[in-house]
């Protein structure tokens, strides 16, 4: 089942129940923004069909980071649209190349073809879009390149496989660049920040963002 869950207004969330894929968030009104593709694209352009929103209408595409289950649909999107594709710069070429193990495609036994960035970003990078304010976090340790997408003034946080709810984190010991001391550096960094939504790529969305994501800090200490 796939469906599109309205988190706010103008941020719907893509939950598909029954694959191994990320959570793929929509932003925007008449154009839109993705954060992620997940596995399939097909899970995404179902469920945008169903909502009458064109897939045409989508102009741009965030990449968390470079694993497949965040990327797959990258290859069947770019036929549908001309989407500015980004992602962080250490791990665009691996998105480029279509790099079957920095992208843990082999292991999930997907088929994967290099899909061309548009922009590569980096820390402190502002994206600009309908009614919000974006900045990039580079938020290295779960990958090299992965990414945070923070909205200050509505205290939302989209992020990644770096830090989901209830005190989890990502897995540090896969490329590209997996690093435990790097997660624990930006789960500190991220528990200081004011948070109310937190938009993970795995799991539930939460509300109360900055609680969970200390219980994270405190739990990688620990365990990392
Ligand atoms: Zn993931
Ligand atoms: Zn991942």
Not at 99 to 125: H, N
Request: aromatic share 6%.
């Amino acid at each position: 089942m796939t469906d599109l869950i309205e988190i706010t207004p103008k941020i719907k969330m893509l939950r598909v129940s029954e694959s191994f894929t990320s959570n793929v968030y929509l932003i925007g009104q008449d154009k839109h923004l993705i954060v992620d593709t997940g596995l399939n694209a097909n899970y995404l352009t179902d469920a945008m069909q169903k909502s009458n929103i064109p897939v045409e209408d989508l102009e741009k595409i965030v990449l968390t980071h470079s694993h497949i289950d965040h990327i797959g649909g990258l290859n069947k999107l770019v036929e549908y649209t001309s989407a500015d594709i980004c992602i962080h710069e250490n791990e665009s070429s691996y998105v480029e190349e279509g790099d079957k193990r920095a992208t843990a495609a082999a292991v999930f036994s997907v088929q994967l073809q290099g899909t061309p960035i548009t922009s590569k970003l980096k820390e402190g990078d502002i994206i600009e879009w309908d009614e919000f304010v974006f900045e990039v976090l580079h938020t290295p340790g779960h990958t090299c390149g992965s990414i945070c997408l923070y909205e200050k003034v509505k205290r939302i946080l989209f992020s990644g496989d770096t830090v989901f709810a209830n005190g989890s984190f990502g897995r540090t010991d896969l490329p590209p660049g997996g690093n435990s001391q790097d997660l624990i550096n930006s789960l500190k960094r991220l528990s200081s920040m004011n948070v109310d939504i937190l938009a993970p790529g795995h799991m539930d969305v939460v509300n109360n963002g900055q609680l969970h994501i200390k219980k994270s800090y405190e739990t990688a200490k620990v365990y990392l």
